[in-house]
């Protein structure tokens, strides 16, 4: 009898900073397939407000609970990683339809160029609003972003500039 081969999937993005939609789509993914690598990688047309690896290392924390999924740096081409890893799919969250008019884009093209399957994700109603600049520009000019990131994520955004907690 012949072993079925195990599902990975890759979850890409900068996660600068992690959100919790982006932990909603991680948990969901796990549960989907036998592994998801959360490949954290840089945006050259994006400025970073957290070094990678300390992206990396909160994401880590973040998701230690869950078994099936490792957090992996990388640089370079999605796809590259995707094929490296031998991925069955690049994992990817849709919260309307300006992100699922670019991420069809993208996912046409890696599997036309590169033979890789994007599976989506719908995000879940309350994070439908949620993302990384956003929630950047809110903690930077010191307002309250506890209820869209993991609460680890809130202790590094309070040392680089004073983001509040409700009742604080």
Same mark, same amino acid.
């Given at each position: #009898?012949s072993? +079925? ?10 996660f !600068? ?6 932990? !909603?789509?991680?948990? %969901?993914?796990?549960?989907?397939? !036998? ?5 954290v990688g &840089? ?5 970073s ?6 992206r990396?290392?909160?994401? %880590? ?5 869950l078994g099936?999924?490792?957090v992996e740096? *990388?640089?370079?081409? +999605?796809? !590259?990683?995707a ?14 339809? /300006? ?7 993208v ?14 994700? #719908? +995000? /879940?109603?309350? *994070?439908?609003?949620? /993302?990384?600049s956003?929630i950047?520009q809110?903690a930077q #000019?010191?307002g309250d972003? /506890?209820?869209?990131v ?9 040392r680089?500039?004073?983001t509040? &907690?409700k009742?604080?």
């Amino acid at each position: #009898m012949s072993k +079925t081969p195990r599902r990975l999937a890759i979850f890409p993005g900068t996660f !600068d900073p992690v959100t919790n939609g982006h932990l !909603d789509v991680i948990r %969901r993914g796990a549960r989907l397939f !036998d592994e998801v690598v959360v490949a954290v990688g &840089e945006n050259p047309e994006k400025a970073s407000l957290l070094p990678r690896e300390q992206r990396v290392a909160i994401l %880590r924390e973040v998701v230690a609970e869950l078994g099936n999924v490792r957090v992996e740096p *990388y640089t370079g081409l +999605t796809v !590259d990683f995707a094929r490296k890893l031998n991925a069955a799919a690049i994992l990817r969250g849709i919260r309307n339809t /300006s992100d699922l008019q670019f991420e069809l884009q993208v996912a046409l093209t890696n599997r036309e160029v590169a033979g890789v399957e994007t599976v989506f994700i #719908m +995000t /879940s109603p309350q *994070y439908a609003f949620t /993302s990384s600049s956003l929630i950047k520009q809110i903690a930077q #000019m010191g307002g309250d972003v /506890s209820a869209l990131v993991p609460p680890q994520v809130l202790q590094h955004l309070r040392r680089l500039g004073g983001t509040k &907690e409700k009742g604080r």
